[in-house]
Nanobody, 115 residues
Framework: QVQLVESGGGLAQPGGSLRLSCTAS????????MGWYRQVPGKERELVAT???????NVAQSVRDRFTISKDTAKSTVYLQMDSLKPEDTALYLC?????????WGQGTRVTVSS
């Protein structure tokens, strides 16, 4: 079993920035994929950005020029740098990890973009 702990959410103004972090309770050295999804009430969960072993990051078109995903394997942590935030980025951001053919989800960190 792996626990994922997210942090970094909060309230930001339009045009502002936030940095999300997700730390796994086990090493992610052999992780197949790790990253972020987001969910808004009444809508399906959508991919924001993920890192797959041996491939370029997969980043949603809607955030591609504003969000950056990165990973620190030594810290078992994945980050999401969110710049130029928009009100439509408001959501619960969920960390995802696929490791040893198992999918794991964090509890989520809430991001609210509002003036």
């Amino acid at each position: 079993q792996v626990q994922l702990v997210e942090s970094g959410g909060g309230l930001a103004q339009p045009g502002g920035s936030l940095r999300l972090s997700c730390t796994a309770s086990r090493s992610i050295f052999r992780a197949n994929r790790m990253g972020w999804y987001r969910q808004v009430p009444g809508k399906e969960r959508e991919l924001v950005a993920t890192i797959t072993s041996g491939r370029d990051p997969n980043v949603a078109q809607s955030v591609r020029d504003r969000f950056t995903i990165s990973k620190d394997t030594a810290k078992s942590t994945v980050y999401l740098q969110m710049d130029s935030l928009k009100p439509e980025d408001t959501a619960l951001y969920l960390c995802f990890l696929r490791l040893d053919n198992q999918n794991y989800w964090g509890q989520g960190t809430r991001v609210t973009v509002s003036s």
